[in-house]
C-alpha cells in the first residue's frame, strides 16, 4: 500500500537534499532573507548559520512527514478500509510531498538572491498558494473514494458511527475541497497581498466545518447509525 508513497518521498527528500547542499554553497555571508510577508517582501534576515539551519528544516519536515504517513496504515484500526482507500492515501501524500519540495525550492531560490529588491518576490507567494490549490482538488478528487478510517478524510464522531453518514459527508465534501482548490488556483494569480492568505485560510477552514455539521444532521437519520441504549439524537 505505501509503497508508491516510500519512493516518491525518496525521490523528493533526495532532490530537497541537493536544493540544500546547492543553495547552502550559494549564500553570502549575512543579510539573507529567511522569512517573507504576503506580499513576498523578505521582512526577516539572519546571517549564514541560521540560514544554513532553515536550508535543512523543510526538508527535515518532509522526512518526518514522510514518516508519519508510512507509520498510519500500520497502526489504523479499520486496515481493511485503509487499504481500500489506498489510491486517495498515496495521492494525498504524494502531493504533500511535492508541495514541500515546491517551497523548499523556493524558499532556497530566493534566499540566494540576496537582500534588497532581489529579495522580494510576490510570484513566489502566488506559486505556494497555486500549489496549495492544486493539493485541495487532489484531496477533493479523492475523497468522495475514501472508505471509513480514523486517519484521512473527515473524522467525525458521526462518520465513524455510520457508513451512510460516511459517504454522504465525503461526497458534499469532495466538492467543497476541489471547488476550494479550484478557487485557490486561480485566486492566486488574481488576488494580491494578505488577500491571498486569507482566500485559503477562510475556504478551507470553512469547507471543513461545513462538513463537520453536515455530518450530524445526516447521522441524525442515518439507518445505520450505532448508538448505546440510553443514547438518543
Known amino acids: 500500500m505505501i509503497r508508491a508513497g516510500m519512493i516518491v518521498s525518496g525521490i523528493v527528500l533526495t532532490l530537497m537534499a541537493g ?5 547552502g554553497g550559494q549564500l553570502p555571508a549575512d543579510n539573507i532573507p529567511v522569512h517573507w510577508n ?3 517582501v ?3 534576515f539572519s546571517d549564514r548559520q541560521e540560514a544554513l539551519y532553515l536550508l535543512w528544516l523543510i526538508p527535515g519536515m518532509a522526512a ?20 481500500k482507500s489506498r489510491k486517495a492515501y498515496n495521492a494525498v501524500w504524494i502531493s504533500t510531498m511535492i508541495l514541500f519540495l515546491g517551497i523548499h525550492g523556493g524558499i532556497a531560490y530566493m534566499m540566494t538572491r540576496g537582500s534588497g529588491a532581489d529579495a522580494q518576490s510576490n510570484e513566489f507567494v502566488r506559486l505556494v498558494i497555486a500549489g496549495t490549490g492544486i493539493l485541495f482538488i487532489v ?3 479523492y475523497l468522495p473514494k475514501t472508505r471509513q478510517n480514523w486517519f484521512l478524510g473527515i473524522r467525525t464522531p458521526w462518520t465513524l458511527s455510520s457508513e451512510y453518514t460516511w459517504e454522504k459527508t465525503h461526497r458534499l465534501a ?3 475541497f476541489f471547488a476550494t482548490g479550484f478557487i485557490c488556483l ?10 491571498l492568505a486569507f482566500m485559503v485560510s477562510g475556504l478551507a ?7 463537520v455539521g453536515y455530518s450530524f444532521f445526516i447521522y441524525r437519520k442515518a439507518p445505520d447509525k450505532r448508538v448505546s441504549p440510553d443514547y438518543i439524537v
Open 19 to 23: 536544493v540544500s547542499i546547492w543553495a
Open 38 to 40: 504576503a506580499q513576498g
Open 42 to 44: 523578505a521582512d526577516r
Open 64 to 83: 518526518l512527514g514522510a514518516v508519519v504517513f508510512a507509520i498510519l496504515p500500520q497502526i489504523e484500526p479499520l486496515q481493511g478500509n485503509l487499504f
Open 139 to 141: 484531496l477533493g478528487n
Open 174 to 176: 469532495g466538492r467543497l
Open 186 to 195: 486561480i485566486g492566486a494569480f488574481v488576488l494580491n497581498g494578505i488577500a
Open 205 to 211: 477552514v470553512s469547507s471543513a466545518l461545513f462538513c
